[in-house]
């Protein structure tokens, strides 16, 4: 199956675009290191050339030079030394370089933060936007809205194996591990869609398990949540109540919620506000009503593997559930 | 050249000839049964190294197919010729294949052949374990095979993490396959190991002290010691994984108290040393490569002991850089990145004592000089992903990534294949008689170089535009295609250039030159003894007087005296200096060995469906190793015949 382009992403995963204050100084340990390692390497290779270019030639008949074996070798242990010390001080170079790296890592500001809980599941990333106060949160899956330039602190979580969570233009991965709770920080200093994806191999579509990372301005993003935090809107219009009961009377509403409805299933991602997400099926293709309603039919066909089965509706059925899902807004 | 000088002619400077007679009854001695019966019954470690060898190529052809099949697969966006299920049983067998059948066994395989000749014994220690050892793992390796064949190949990756590889993610049988036969091929290794320590430290020549030790045989030494302390780790594992799986034990359920980083921990502690346990052998192959070219001994042989050693030792403590993404406690990871970084000093402390022993030696320009040269320049730039990798920080950003793939291809195939190809252009001389192809060779060498890097060159900048490993597919729009192309395109070049190197070998076994015993003017043990060897290795025991035997004057005594030919007898000497010790009569061949590796492998086979057959099975495995312990009558009269003889 051909993936779709999907509209408005900045950045496909690329580590030396930095867009956010973490891949930042990674990109600057990166840069040193590539020119430290690249400087070893040539000389090394010249040397190597060097010493075959220079000794003469031989052959199987030559007379070995066994001059070495009688007696210690000229000077051995001071030019030993000296190969060892000049590795060990280009190594304590690359050491120092980690430390201090890390350590700006780790002190990322945290004030003003904002707190995510992300849950890797087979195949798709359940993100909780945590709140002291708890009704203030909200639940949305595979996609998610950032500030610019505000801190994340988003705390993983596996719910069946073990995920890796890689969004290389923010920062490094961190592993989501059942059983286990890890944090990761990142702030995103620009604009735009960042793609990230499952970085852990996590079973058949570790390939298509993709999330996007909009990072927009504050207001922007103040807008959104307030937005994410209401239930659904009661549809409108008669097709769209239709779609309604025909999502609450079929299995969707075993594994999916939508808030403010008797759906509350949890095996699937939450649905309250499916239309305001770029992409469905884990960022894999653009959210239309093309693509949900081959996903209804039958999500083995643009997904292998996937957890959800396929479902056989009458058409006019189907075509009331894609108009309700367009309303979830 | 002086001919007249005794130390470079070649005729006399071999170790001295048995009579013809002697020679004649040594051979009859040594040599396995005829027929059937002694295709089974075969200990020779000669014998049962060359299959051990043909077996590990066949397997390292077999991973070699999955992995041109993998980069068909990824060689365009969105390709639909391999799906996900079948796409994850293949890059599992490639890299179980490639780490378990292929890596580790040939260089122990590789060893059995060569490391008698090179100590100056007529045998291995423990012949019969080498037989049984070399059976389980063939068997293992068509268990694993099969199940792969009949749709049960592994799926969870040759890492197996769980909870993915645990009973609830992983139903079916897939991963109880992998996880019997790890722990069956690794039983495998860890009894090599002992044949090979053993043989190493009970079996050498009188003379050859530690310090007139070759460095093969020393890297040999270490790589073995290491097996011992590695495998069982990864064979405790996989245990608990197929009991954990078959019996519901929860070594590893999160949920009811068990622990998912144990795995990794305990993988890991086994997976990094492996790394070592494949190239600290082919640093033996490139000294012997380096000395014969050059024309001179290694420079700096005590430190490049000192290295191996070190790079043993350094090689258990940074495991845990493999899981620098798990969230594990800051200051731990510190340590284990200088770990990480460290293990390089012993390197290149071995990197640059090759490159002095070339720029002071006469070099003789052959085909596995070639590969030796390329294991500079590829394995020079493995190591330094390496550092890249040991760095906490830049490891979130590269870990799990193609970059890493790139990483672990140049460390393995610049650290292992290379010198392999190197050592089998050296010693195929030797193993067979006849040399191979100088210009095929060079054909080999330069489409295996070229498609390496363009191979595996573009998958650093892939993992660097953020490609992770372990996909079967990806959208266009990443725009990894080009790159993936291009990398495929050099895959194809490495798969012609192993069908070259097939031609030549081929060529070679027909009509290839004659080598005689010593074709590259070396200087050491087993260039001695004729192409290929006689059954029993030396017509008569060496007796060793420095480092290269074959390039010093022969000092008296040259040999050991009364050794007998009717009996298969080996001179058992100290450890330290190898002072004769005693003398040991060593079994002759026989099909236990076999029968019991058959009845071991009923045994796996049947856990895997049922915890019972460990109960059942384990009467047919006691009753074919007694048998296979059971002293002959025959045997013991002419034992004490041949100790009371004069």
Redesign the interface.
Known sequence: ???A??PG?TS?????RAAGAQ?G??GD??NG??AL?TF??VA??V??I???W?????????????S??DGP?HR??C??GW??GT??AG?LV??A???F??RA??RLPLRDAVNIELVGH?WWWEARYLDADASREFTTANELTIPVGRPVIVT?RAD???H?L?V?NL?????L????T??LQLRADRAGTY?G????????????MALLVHAVPTSDYEAWAANQRGNARDPADAAARRGRDVFLGASCAKCHAVAGTPAQGRMGPDLTHLASRRTIAAG?FPNNRGHLAGWIADPQALK??VNMPANTLPPDDLQALLTYLETLR | MTVSDPRHDTTERLTPRAEPAAATALERTWRDPPGVYGWFAAINHKTISIRFIVTTMLFFLAGGVLALLIRLQLAQPNAGIIGPDMYNQIFTMHGSTMMFLFAVPIMQAVAAYLIPLMVGARTLAFPRLNAYAYWIFTMGGIMLYAAFFVNAGPDAGWFAYVPLSGPQYSPGKRVDFWAQMITFTELSGLMEAIVIITTILKLRAPGMSLNRMRLYVWAMLVTSFMVLFALPAVMLASTALITDRLVDTQFYNPDKGGDALLWQHLFWFFGHPEVYLIFIPPLGFISSIVAAFARRPVVGYPAMILALVTTAFLAFGLWVHHMFATNLPDLGKTFFTAASLIIAVPTAVQIFCWIATLGSGRIHFKTPLLFVLAFFFILVMGGLTGLMLASVSLDTQLHDSFFVVAHLHYVLMGGAVFPLFGAFYFWFPKFTGRMLGERLGRWNFWLFFIGFNVTFFPMHLLGLWGMPRRVYTYPAEMGWGDMNLVASIGAAMIGLSVLLFLVNVARSLRAGRVAGPDPWGAGTLEWSVASPPPMGNFEVIPVVHGRYPLWQPQLEPTHVEGMSNDWREVLVTTVADAEPDHRLSMPSPSIWPFLSALATTVLFIGSIFTPWAVVWAAAPVAVTATLWFWPRRAIVRERVRSEVRP
Do not use: N, Y
């Open positions: 199956m051909e993936h382009r999907v992403v496909m995963q690329d580590a030396l891949a100084h990674i340990l990166w290191t590539l390692c070893v390497f090394i290779v040397a190597t060097i010493a075959v220079c000794a003469p030639r031989a052959d199987a008949a030559t007379r070995p030079d066994t070495s074996l070798e051995i242990w030019r030993i190969a060892t590795s060990v190594l690359l050491l370089g980690d430390v790296t890390s890592l780790a087979q993983l069946d194996v073990i890796s890689w290389p920062g490094g991965k961190k592993d591990i059942p059983g286990r890890a944090t793609r994806q499952c970085a852990e191999f996590c079973g058949l579509e570790h390939a298509l894999i292998p593997g």
